[in-house]
């Protein structure tokens, strides 16, 4: 008998062993921590990187490497010929994540779709304001409660989502972060327990990765969801490290602590390519920066004007000098990797001379105007100071005077929005769903004045051309009506658009299977490890 | 002694009022409003936040505000986090024993190494031993932290590759806190190897943290040793012929080290300053990142709570400072 137990115990040991050295664990030096784990409450990347891309889906997901939206957990859809109402049919036999706090008891099903919906949606649900300052910010940001009439459950696997209005973007929508798809069964658990707080910090959902901890500020830590409907991943244990300092990150990777790394400093990617332990891989960020003049106010209402000032400015030497290159100038609002962006336009030449007529032929001079600099770095504009100091050395070769001036963040953003602002303000934007009209309605349409639309511009015939394509379903249509829409936009040069940032992704070279996201999330569905 | 405690302690109390009034009053002074900051760039509508601003009661009067907030932390709730949604004081305690263990080790180096080089720097003054001793102390006190730390991921882990970059243990250990030491807790773990990956991690932050108040306890000593150095009984100790070790160790030493008491108790205050850079750097999980990311937040909740507990901790660190020098020296009995 006692052998035996030595027998058993040994086996156990061995198998252990072999399990842990067989198990592969893929470490991702993230840059923050996330705020919680409910992708609803959140806006942040780095929230969305650590819950609703490893833990949830949603009905339609980002094709990898692509902003196309493809069947998720719908497996298929149908919308009515109004354009008013969608019907998706989810897929059979998707099952949640078994984790230590929970065990489902069914699969996926339309009360799953409509609880996590009608939570953002309705204000009198009971987890409408399950955490104190529940916001759904994304929810309410992408208008849905204006949209949303309903969402209904038709039987098991079929839910029906009826609009206000047509809405053309509505599927890349869906497939947002803040639309994933929670488990009801679970919630239902935590609500009985008095624990309803628990959604946002011990997540479960249908995801490729099931939450197992998250040791705060310091890592987190998933398993590969063994029933993963889309077929369990090739690496076993995923952590993300929590690395805020980029250039620690980096020292992480050539170490081999970690095996990817979002957000490089700029002054090292040299470096990395030339390591050859490390692949390095680009992209152009869906992003854009740019220097929003106050189309309402003298002499900036004036169209001359604010191409004579687009023409001074020297893109590249901003390109050169905040980002090393890791950046190409920007001509048109949207950036070249969405579609619909219009190739064909030609950006204004940098030419000080021409500029410097211009505006004496418009009867502008001695114009001293202010210049206002973000004081955060963000993808599109690592450093606002200096390429405002850039613009102020550019301007004043032209004649005009810049006062550079700027806010404390939160400030920047509220003050920058008033319709009687003085001054051009540097600012950005990256790109919630890959669809044009995220940035050219969202940013430049006329309901956005005093808002998003830091150009106070609202341009009849601009945005009627957005708006329709808003309403328009077929792609090749709207392609037309964004293409027309950016001629506009060049014309009237409502901003001087400053560059499209690269993303660059380090990696070790054993990492095999990453896809780089246009949207610049980080997702690790599908990554393996090279032996 | 007992009635001097009390004294102290009820000194604490309107010290503890007015530190919770500026950490309530100074943060809202700072431009900024952290609903609007919830939604990033995405601009927010007016009744939107209005409504929450309303909901996480910031609508209310001031005084009204702080009175709530004062009464929370009377009855032990410290309210929550208006980003994260979790309660602060949990929150708190989750972080605080990793600043306590690197502060801890950081002390102890300070001080096992500073004051030593403070008395050999004494002994042997205006040699070049001395020189040198107090002129890296000069360059330790001056140097930039963020600078420091990096300097040696890069030299140590990255090119000698003697110690890990950062975090508080290697990835591959997992196990549940215990106490929040990770020099403890991987103890109990069982783990084989933990304890040394937890020991390793520990190297360069504490040595960065240790820089500053090594430099300034190195040259307390120093000063109040030469000055002690120079007084009648130590003369009389030498001429009546005791063995060196004992003048220095024994008379010297003790009254050199009322000052430097009172020096480390200071550094309390500086190594939580320090931490706040220290634990960046090294991804250390602990209150001063929290705090960090907590101001840039504009997270009110947090930072009011961790200032106060942190000026708590100065204030109680100090009390234990006092108490101290009536062993040191008994002529200070309160």
Redesign the interface.
Known sequence: MKRKLIFAAALMAATVLSGAASAKTFVYCSEGSPEGFDPGLYTAGTTFDAAAHTVYNRLLEFKPGTTEAIPGLAESWEISDDGLQYTFKLRPGVKFQTTEFFTPTRDLNADDVVFSYERQLKADHPWNKYVPGTAWEYFNGMGFPDLIASVEKVDDLTVKFTLKQKEAPFLANVAMPFASIMSKEYADKLEADGKMNQLNQMPLGTGPFAFVAYQQDAAIRYKAHPDYWNGKQKIDDLVFAITTDAAVRYQKLKAGECHLMPYPNAADVEAMKADPALTVMEQEGLNVAYLAYNTTQAPFDKVEVRKALNMAINKQAIVDSVFQGQATPAKNPIPPTMWSYNDAIEDDKYDPEAAKKMLEDAGVSGLSMKVWAMPVARPYMLNARRAAELIQSDFDKIGVKVEIVSYEWAEYLDRSKAKDRDGAVILGWTGDNGDPDNFLHTLLGCDAVGGNNRAQWCNEEFDKLVVQAKTTSDQAERTKLYEEAQVVFKREAPWATLDHSLSVVPMRKEVQGFVQSPLGDFAFDGVDLAE | MLRFLLGRLAVLIPTFIGVSIIAFSFIRL????????????????PE?HAQ?TH??GYDRPIVIQYLDYLWGVLTGDMG?S?????PVLE?FL??FPATLELSICAIIVAVVLGIPAGIFAALKRGTFFDQSIMGTALVGYSMPIFWWG?LL??LF??IL?WT?????IS??Y?FP?VTGFMLIDSLLSGQEGAFKSALSHLILPTIVLATIPLAVIARQTRSAMLEVLGEDYVRTARAKGLPPFRVIGVHALRNAMIPVITTIGLQVGVLLAGAILTE????W??IG??MV?SV?R?DYPVIQAGLLMIAGIIMIVNLIVDLLYGLINPRIRH
């Open positions: 700072l431009p900024g409003d952290p609903v609007a900051l919830l939604s990033g760039e995405r601009v927010m509508s939107r929450i909901e996480l929550t208006i980003v994260t949604k979790q929150q989750t972080l990096l991921i890069i882990s990255g590759q890990p970059v950062s975090g508080r990835l591959l997992y806190s960046t750097i090294f991804s999980p602990g990142k929290w990311d840039f504009r």
